[in-house]
């Protein structure tokens, strides 16, 4: 299974920007959905966005509505999630993983990487 790879996280203040990169090496996911999950420290997963195929049909989580864009490079094969307006409580590792319109994580089409932490100081 490819193993996905994300990039971009860092450390911020309230208020600030981040955007992280999305990358399948070798895996087009063509079809299917990407999503982004995060998990803050004593946290279960929880989903944030996702996108479809043909990266017309973006899906919010409530918590990040109105301030994360999720968007789709079908030709260069990256998902991208333009996080604004950060608030402390987005701290958590932030993973993409493919995704099915429940906003669940579909097992068997790839495995996880190692996410990208984003820390947000107040």
């Known amino acids: 299974q490819v193993q996905l790879a994300e990039t971009g996280g860092g450390l911020v203040q309230t208020g600030g920007s981040l955007r992280l990169s999305c990358a399948a090496p070798?895996?087009?996911?063509?079809?299917?959905?990407i999503g982004w999950f995060r998990q803050a420290p004593g946290k279960e997963r929880e989903f944030v966005a996702r996108?479809?195929?043909?990266?017309?049909?973006?899906y919010y989580a409530d918590a990040v509505a109105g301030r994360f864009t999720i968007s789709r490079d079908t030709v260069k094969n990256t998902v991208s999630l333009q996080m604004n307006s950060l608030k402390p409580e987005d701290t958590a590792v932030y993973y993409c993983?493919?995704?099915?319109?429940?906003?669940?994580?579909?097992?068997?089409?790839?495995?996880w990487g190692q996410g990208t932490q984003v820390t947000v100081s107040s």
């Open positions: 993983f493919p995704v099915g319109i429940t906003n669940a994580p579909i097992s068997g089409l790839a495995s």
């Open positions: 070798g895996r087009t996911f063509s079809g299917s959905s």
């Open positions: 996108i479809n195929w043909s990266g017309i049909t973006p």
